[in-house]
């Protein structure tokens, strides 16, 4: 593998462990563990690019980085992904979960910036009514997507570790 993949690697593997400890802290008090998977699946997207045709785009474009992905390269990051938390994850719209974890990379690392529109008060009056309302995934401002960013991961890894 080519010393600047190795290096790409290298880097998103150092964040998933990082972002592993603060997922079992009690004290973490921010969305950083969650933020760090998911730059750790932009730098795995453009290691693969890298190692499967030679380039990659020096973007946030989480859908344009995926589609630069060889057909054959994207169905067996899902079915590797999706056979690793087989029944816990839905894999079936990536373009939806790539959108969601780019706004998630691009918007809410500065969280101060999502709501600088509202006052505080009007913030938490949006979150009480979201938590009133069940807490629907489909209607979070931020989503995440855990099961499936983690699938994704995994699938990328393996598809990485397995490249020519």
Partial sequence: MHDHVQRM????ERYLHDAAI?????AAESSAASLLKVLALE???KAAGLVYM???SRTHKYVALWEDLPKRVRDDVLSVGAMRFAGHTDLSDVERLLRDFEFAFTKVRYHYELYETYSLAEQ?????????????DNEGIVRFHPMELSAMLHGL???LASAP
Avoid: H, M, R
């Fill in 157 to 159: 890894q393996q598809a």
């Fill in 9 to 12: 690697v290298g880097e998103a």
């Fill in 54 to 56: 030679g380039k990659y």
């Fill in 124 to 136: 938490k009056e949006l979150g009480d009514y979201w938590v009133e309302l069940g807490a629907p």
């Fill in 22 to 26: 603060l997922e079992e802290s009690f």
């Fill in 43 to 45: 730098i795995l997207l």
